[in-house]
């Protein structure tokens, strides 16, 4: 089916999110739509899943003009929408999400769930994607989930499929299996409208891209188009996607973590025995897949989450056994994965946001007295040299966008003087020119001679920022490697496979290719 | 010359607010976006539930009256009775109310003209006390339905002191003022405690708390050291340890009323001005935050809840030091709930409960003088109440009756 958008226009209040756009998507094509954060792309699908009426506009399904009063609408006219965060019920099976609004039944008002399954086994058959109807959702991972949500579209006859930051939440392996799916897809006659903020998948995926910024399309661009030029139609200047930084000033290692273990509430060591050293002035990235106990080890660290043995030590002090303030207090800086949950109180205003662990020290308080001229105007500073984009130190924080959020929790972290600063995913949905900005004050941080620890599932920006690579795999450290090592042999790292092997293997494969 | 430059207000405003101005400029005139404020924002859905409440408690008064029953029975022969009888029944009513309430115009001298005020503020006393306690939690993330038990052991202690010690005057008040905060502030102490420690839910614990409290009070009726004779009731407060009145013998308004408004600007300060407040405040919005940002949420949920107890503990002192002056077990009569609903009716904020607490304190004093002076029941009083409550439950349906917009966003044109 043929998707044509003509003219459409969204305002709220005076904003406008959707600035006349025209996009159209041929049968059986994969339409990339890309934008910054906040550039208007899930607006426009939201308008055309019938979520938000449009101001002015029309929609046209092979050359039809139609209307959507709601997403019953939408779905029943052939549009499908995997949205972001899952619309699955976690307790129910494959087969019962999938049947989930348009249940069928058979007399009496039984569940027809076998009809269902049945439906569900041939699309999976049909497009590989190894589904087990009986499954229950929460048990799947998170790949697997993503394909129940395409299942449930395709079962409803979706002809437009919408994929809304489909590979936000995937592994690199799942994002490459999803790829394979939208080609299939795709193949097989259905349109893909697929929206992103990822270069390098646009241009590996898509057959035609369409690139928004500030509510209106700035041009459309074929996949052999360079990334540089899709990364300055985004942003609107040319961005270096390379950080230039200067060869690490390596100083004495002053954080050791040695044989650090965390052991779980059912008895799994999450973190297994690991052991690094970082020196001042030198950035240490922990890459692997998400779930690999990085996210426990940062929080061991900061005194969240208690250790099992093991020590860390900071300027030969040991840190382990204090708590998070204790932590804060003796210099580090933390910026957790999860900004929304952990990073920020969503409802204070930017200026307390960006004092939320430092509010009961000087300058912003004196006993239990807050300082507001001084918070007020640390704020108006962070603003000014993070280049936070707010109404003001007075905006409540979660009305910001998600790359103005994660400015604020950096901000707050790197306006103290510093002895170690760990940073988990620092720029995890956050929009490319927002990227860069982190990175370079990332790298700034470390120049000033603090030892800097990332933890990132991206390998791009593993191989961006890091000095060292140390690869985690199911709670240990598989190895520690120069930053110039080859991404084949740290993608297998990833996968457990230990150093030396990894280096054979991936020697052996580039002589297959030649 | 040079004071031209820079605008006065710009120099003392607080941290929020300085940006917006020149934000909302774009949007349009800023009468209407003050406008917009309130009927969106808390207060002008508060009042206009008022209204409502009022509208409904009319119609009830209409429904009970026996003049305009019986001039409903021929209401097509003479409509002309039966809409004087409804207006003169709901005008009746209301004004009782507010000669009860706020002052008597038909009053012969000026003590009897202003009387009502003073019984209005009177009973707001404890109200705005307990609401302030219950709205610290509230803000804190926590529901501390224990109030009630945090009043009674306030009063329990606060009057024990009151008429077994003997103390100089004003030391004497101080020293049991203090063990009615104390008082309250371990009962609640004991929910935040089992809170943090074993993650005990504060609701369940703190109605238990209630219970207990109760029954300890009217065992403690039975004991030759609170009972005065047979009576469930104890001696009253020595003298020196009475809150002084404000307004000589003619009236029963005391001191307490100065500690409600001192407890007001307190509870203001705390959560908007001093670190604790921050933390209260960031704990209740995001724990997970709070905590990553290295606050300690066990201890703070004990804080919060001994902060809120020792609030409704103070109420329970002004009670029986101020008004009541002897313990009996009816000392809370229901005020500990009444807290709870005084703070959700001032949105949690100090100044909103402050006048939702009088409002509330008047409705009581006005209802008995309309069921005395009208035969009203008083229970409309009551149901009028619990409408407030149950509209400022539901802005969307104020809003849709009184035609308001919606807020943020979502403009759908602008009527009323």
Not at chain 1, 140 to 154: F, H, M, N, S, T
Not at chain 2, 176 to 201: D, E, M, N, S
Not at chain 2, 202 to 210: C, K
Request: net charge negative; glycine share 10%.
């Amino acid at each position: 089916m043929k998707l044509e958008l003509r003219g459409i226009t969204k305002r709220f209040g005076p904003l406008v999110a959707n600035d006349h756009i025209d996009l159209v998507v041929e049968e059986g094509e994969i339409h990339a739509l890309l934008g910054e954060n906040g550039a208007g792309k899930s607006t426009l699908m939201n308008v055309l899943f019938g979520l938000y009426t449009a101001d002015e506009g029309t929609i046209l399904l092979d050359d039809e003009v139609r209307e959507f009063d709601g997403p019953g609408d939408a779905l029943r006219a052939g549009i499908g929408m995997v949205h972001q965060h899952f619309m699955l019920v976690p307790v129910f099976t494959v087969a019962e999400n999938v049947m989930l609004g348009h249940e069928e039944t058979r007399g009496a008002g039984l569940l027809d769930l076998d009809a269902a399954r049945e439906h569900v086994v041939a699309l999976s058959k049909r497009f590989g994607f190894g589904l087990d109807p009986d499954a229950v959702v929460e048990n799947l991972p998170v790949g697997v989930q993503q394909r129940v949500e395409i299942v449930k579209a395709l079962a409803r006859d979706a002809k437009v499929l919408i994929l809304d930051e489909p590979t936000a939440v995937l592994t690199p392996q799942e994002t490459d299996d999803l790829m394979e799916i939208m080609r299939q897809l795709a193949a097989s006659g259905t349109s893909i409208v697929f929206i992103t903020h990822k270069l390098r998948e646009v241009q590996e995926v898509a057959d035609r891209i369409t690139v928004i910024r500030r509510g209106a399309v700035v041009g459309t661009a074929e996949p052999t188009a360079p990334v540089g030029e899709l990364a300055d139609m985004m942003v609107g200047r040319a961005v270096s996607l390379g950080v230039d930084k200067a060869p690490p000033q390596r100083g004495e290692e002053t954080f050791h973590v040695s044989d650090l273990t965390v052991i779980d509430g059912v008895g799994n060591r999450v973190v297994d025995g690991v052991s690094f050293s970082i020196a001042q002035g030198e950035i240490l990235a922990v890459a692997g897949v998400q779930g690999n106990g990085q996210t426990e080890l940062t929080e061991a660290i900061l005194g969240v989450q208690e250790s099992a043995g093991g020590s860390i030590t900071l300027d030969g002090r040991e840190l382990r056994g204090l708590r998070p303030d204790q932590v804060l207090t003796a210099g580090v800086g933390f910026v957790p994965e999860d900004r929304t949950v952990d990073g920020l109180v969503l409802d204070f205003t930017v200026a307390e946001n960006l004092v939320l662990d430092l509010v009961s020290r000087s300058p912003y308080s004196k006993g239990v007295a807050m300082n507001l001229a001084a918070i007020r105007s640390n704020a108006d500073e962070r603003i000014d040299e993070f280049d936070i984009r707010t109404q003001g130190p007075a905006e409540e924080v979660g009305r910001l966008s998600g790359g103005n959020q994660q400015k604020v929790v950096m901000a707050r972290e790197l306006s103290r003087s510093l002895k170690l600063f760990v940073a988990s995913q620092p720029t995890r949905g956050v929009d490319v020119g927002s990227i860069e900005f982190l990175h370079k004050r990332i790298v700034a941080e470390r120049d000033a001679g603090t030892p800097v620890m990332i933890i990132s599932t991206e390998l791009d920006e593993v191989a961006e920022l890091a000095d060292r690579i140390a690869v985690m795999y199911e709670g240990t450290i598989v190895g520690i490697v120069d930053a110039d090592t080859p991404r084949e042999v740290l993608g297998l790292m990833m996968a457990g496979v230990p150093l030396e092997t990894a280096r054979e293997r991936a020697t052996q494969h580039e002589g297959d290719d030649q | 010359m040079s004071e031209t430059t820079a605008p006065p207000p710009e120099s003392q405003a607080p941290v929020p607010d300085k940006n917006l101005p020149e934000h909302t400029a774009g949007t349009g005139s800023r009468a209407s976006q003050v406008l917009r404020e309130v009927a969106t924002g808390g207060f002008g859905v508060t009042v206009l539930a008022f209204v409502l409440a009022l509208v409904v408690g009319a119609i009830l008064i209409l429904l009970v009256d026996p003049d305009v029953q019986e001039a409903a029975g021929y209401i097509f022969a003479r409509p002309s009775d039966f809409f004087g009888a409804a207006w003169s029944a709901v005008s009746d009513a209301y004004s009782a109310m507010f000669r009860g309430a706020v002052v008597n115009y038909q009053a012969t001298d000026a003590a009897g003209f202003f009387r009502p005020i003073t019984e209005t503020m009177t009973l707001a006393t404890p109200l705005i006390i307990a609401a302030l306690g219950v709205a610290v939690a509230f803000r804190a993330g926590l529901f501390n339905i224990g109030a009630q038990g945090q009043v009674i052991m306030g009063a329990t202690l606060a009057g024990f002191l009151g008429f077994t010690w003997n103390l100089p005057a004003g030391i004497h008040l101080l020293f049991c003022l203090l063990g009615g905060i104390i008082a309250g502030g371990i009962w609640a102490g004991i929910a935040g405690f089992l809170k943090a420690r074993t993650g005990a839910h504060e609701v369940i614990v703190t109605i238990m708390l209630n219970y207990i409290a109760l029954y300890l009070l009217q065992y403690l009726l039975t004991t030759s050291a609170f009972a005065t004779g047979n009576q469930p009731k104890s001696p009253s407060v020595a003298s020196s340890a009475q809150l002084p009145l404000l307004l000589g013998d003619g009236f029963r308004l005391n001191a307490g009323f100065l500690l409600a408004i001192a407890a007001a600007v307190f509870v203001w300060w705390l959560m908007t001005r001093s670190t604790i407040g921050f933390q209260f405040r960031a704990v209740g919005s995001n724990a997970h935050a709070a905590r990553t940002a290295g606050m300690n949420v066990t201890t703070t949920f004990i804080l919060v809840m001994v902060v809120s107890g020792a609030l409704a503990g103070l109420a329970g002192a002004t009670q029986v030091l101020g008004t009541e002056k002897f313990l009996t077990d009816g000392i809370a009569g229901s005020l500990g709930f009444d807290a709870i609903t005084v703070a959700l009716l001032g949105r949690s904020k100090p100044m909103g409960i402050f006048f939702a607490g009088l409002l509330y304190g008047g409705l009581n004093v006005g209802g008995r003088v309309m069921e005395v002076s009208t035969g009203t029941p008083i229970d409309i009083v009551l149901v009028i109440q619990s409408l407030v409550v149950l509209f400022i439950a539901a802005p969307p349906l104020v809003r849709a009756i009184f035609h308001l917009p919606a807020p943020r966003g979502l403009s759908k044109g602008v009527a009323a």
